[in-house]
């Protein structure tokens, strides 16, 4: 898990903005380069949607920039894997730092002679799931609706049960109708295998 404060009270500090990004990402991140997205999915574009109804300017750039981000890790996410998914990310329109980042964040880059070939273990994939959870309940104001949670579970190609663990994880609390995370952070009790 990225950089988190289980002690906050105030659920934007939870998982601070400067802990999943740095200054080269965020000024990638132009919330004035939304519109210019190229196939936005459902469920970011239900989040640029909302952003752009709040008032206040400052949560409507920064949830716009967690949107935009989710969207470049949600490419990252369906690119195949090894040999070719270097060429799918150069199709998949991420800015180069922002590709940079995501490489080195969530897979092990090898070369094979002028090749570069990404390798995604099943650590990386837990942890870009996981990101991408967390990044989702910022972009969305903390809370996802349940159908909201399908249309991502879908993206993702996985089942809304597993999704939901994944929120669990992260410290989300799962309801039947929404997912929310929640200050202070708690995370679920892991039981212990006996042998």
Same mark, same amino acid.
């Given at each position: 898990?990225?950089?988190f404060?289980?002690?906050?009270?105030?659920?934007?500090?939870i $998982?601070?903005?400067?802990?999943?990004?740095?200054?080269?990402?965020?000024?990638?991140?132009?919330?004035?380069?939304?519109?210019?997205?190229?196939?936005?999915?459902?469920?970011?574009?239900?989040?640029?949607?909302?952003?752009?109804?709040?008032?206040?300017?400052?949560?409507?750039?920064?949830?716009?920039?967690?949107?935009? $981000?989710l #969207? $470049?890790?949600?490419?990252? $996410?369906?690119?195949?894997?090894?040999?070719?998914?270097?060429?799918?990310?150069?199709? !998949?329109? @991420?800015?180069?730092?922002?590709?940079?980042h995501?490489?080195?964040?969530?897979?092990?880059?090898?070369?094979?002679?002028?090749?570069? @070939?990404?390798?995604?273990?099943?650590? #990386?994939?837990?942890?870009?799931?996981?990101?991408?959870? @967390?990044?989702?309940?910022? !972009?969305?104001?903390?809370?996802?609706?349940?159908?909201?949670?399908?249309?991502? !579970?879908?993206?993702?190609?996985?089942?809304?049960?597993?999704?939901?663990?994944?929120?669990?994880?992260?410290?989300?609390?799962v309801?039947?109708?929404?997912?929310?995370?929640?200050?202070?952070?708690?995370?679920?009790?892991?039981?212990?295998?006996?042998r």
């Amino acid at each position: 898990l990225p950089r988190f404060d289980s002690e906050t009270l105030e659920v934007n500090k939870i $998982y601070p903005i400067e802990g999943l990004l740095g200054k080269e990402q965020m000024q990638v991140l132009d919330p004035k380069m939304a519109p210019s997205l190229k196939r936005v999915g459902g469920f970011v574009s239900s989040i640029l949607e909302a952003a752009k109804k709040l008032k206040d300017k400052k949560l409507r750039k920064s949830r716009t920039r967690m949107a935009m $981000y989710l #969207h $470049y890790m949600l490419k990252f $996410y369906s690119a195949k894997g090894g040999r070719s998914k270097m060429k799918a990310l150069g199709r !998949a329109e @991420i800015p180069q730092k922002m590709q940079d980042h995501l490489i080195q964040e969530f897979s092990n880059k090898k070369t094979d002679g002028d090749e570069i @070939i990404l390798d995604m273990t099943a650590l #990386h994939k837990t942890s870009l799931v996981c990101r991408l959870c @967390i990044v989702s309940l910022i !972009a969305s104001g903390f809370a996802i609706n349940s159908a909201s949670v399908d249309v991502l !579970a879908k993206t993702l190609k996985m089942t809304a049960p597993k999704l939901k663990k994944y929120f669990r994880e992260v410290g989300a609390r799962v309801a039947k109708s929404v997912v929310r995370l929640k200050a202070p952070l708690t995370f679920p009790e892991h039981k212990k295998r006996s042998r």
